[in-house]
């Protein structure tokens, strides 16, 4: 059996990096996250991963660009930036695969999807699977639950207790 694909997201935003590893959570796929170029270095290294998702916008993120590119590893990059100058200065490195930065992730996890294609494996599923976010941070709520219905998934959001007991109590028993 295969080995799951590596991915590392590089961000400044950790909450970012974490929303995408808990969005892959039930994929094949391990992914590792790290806040500075320092860290993704010590990954990169470690875990040898074979996408490597940087925003250039991390201390030294151009040098960590640049250092990858030129690396034997043969990792794919793809950069993730909201700014049209610094999109310029990625493509000036020979990285085409750029992902424009929006306030809502959903595009940065598709982009990984995409550049993963056949590699990527979906959880075997007969029916699509009833799922419950329960979150006090309503816009990671509101994310995630976006992610999973895009997926085929029948998801039901809450943000507090009483609301969890509530559509528990009118959720369809599990056979």
């Known amino acids: 059996m295969n ?12 909450n970012l990096v974490d929303l ?4 892959f959570k039930p994929f094949r796929l391990s992914i590792f996250g790290a806040a500075t170029a320092h860290e993704a270095k010590a990954l990169i290294d470690t875990v040898r991963p074979s996408l490597i998702v940087v925003d ?13 590119r030129s690396s034997p590893l043969g990792s794919e990059i793809m950069a993730v930036t ?6 310029e200065k990625v493509r000036g490195l020979g990285i085409d695969n750029v992902v424009v930065k929006e306030e809502h992730p959903g595009s940065l996890i598709d982009a990984v999807v995409m550049v993963l294609g056949n590699r990527f ?3 075997p599923q007969a029916e699509p699977a009833h799922i419950l976010v329960a979150s006090g941070a309503e816009r990671l709520c509101d994310v995630l639950c976006e992610f999973l219905r895009l997926r085929g998934y029948f998801v039901a959001s809450a943000v507090t207790g009483h609301e ?3 559509i528990a109590r ?3 028993a599990s056979s």
């Open 170 to 172: 009118h959720a369809p």
């Open 82 to 87: 909201s700014s049209d100058e610094t999109i």
């Open 3 to 14: 080995e799951p694909v590596v991915v590392l997201i590089v961000d400044r935003d950790k």
């Open 20 to 23: 995408v590893i808990r969005a």
């Open 56 to 68: 250039p916008a991390v201390d030294k993120g151009f040098e960590l660009l640049s250092e990858v």
């Open 121 to 123: 494996i979906s959880p």
């Open 164 to 166: 969890v007991l509530e």
